[in-house]
């Protein structure tokens, strides 16, 4: 079966399904229908806001809050960067949609293993559909150890 792109060139919800036709006899069938969701937009629009840090004191863990953003789906991913490197991840839950804010966690040991006087945190988010949102805006913070 081939599917012709140009057939789902828009962002949507769309209607597929399938016909048969018997040989002799000529007699068409068609399936059930689903539906399909074509999703191209990545989350969080233009800008995504930084995150927020509410006490910086590092005990064994520096917690940030991230603010919701534009299309926040269950399921999103929160990926977070610090220094360009690779931090924790967070995966959006319903509760996160509606009282409960998304929290993202730092271990002391991995903020120490970047070896800096200060760290550079941002984060993206991947929705589910594999769209990468543009870079939060980025929030520096001063090691003292």
Known sequence: MNLQPEHFAKDGTYAIGYQWLTF???IRTDSATTEIRID???????????AI?????????L??????YAGMQPGDRIQTFCNDRQGPAYE????NLTDRPVPIIF??????NLHSDSVTISYRVIDRAGNISLPARSVT?????
């Open 141 to 145: 913070l001063s090691m003292q150890v």
């Open 92 to 95: 959006v839950t319903s509760d």
């Open 24 to 26: 002799p006899g000529d």
């Open 63 to 68: 917690t940030s809050i991230v603010p919701g």
């Open 107 to 112: 271990d002391k040991e991995f903020l120490l």
């Open 53 to 61: 840090f509410h006490q910086i004191n590092l005990g064994n863990t």
């Open 40 to 50: 191209r937009t990545a989350p969080g629009a233009a800008l995504l806001a930084p």
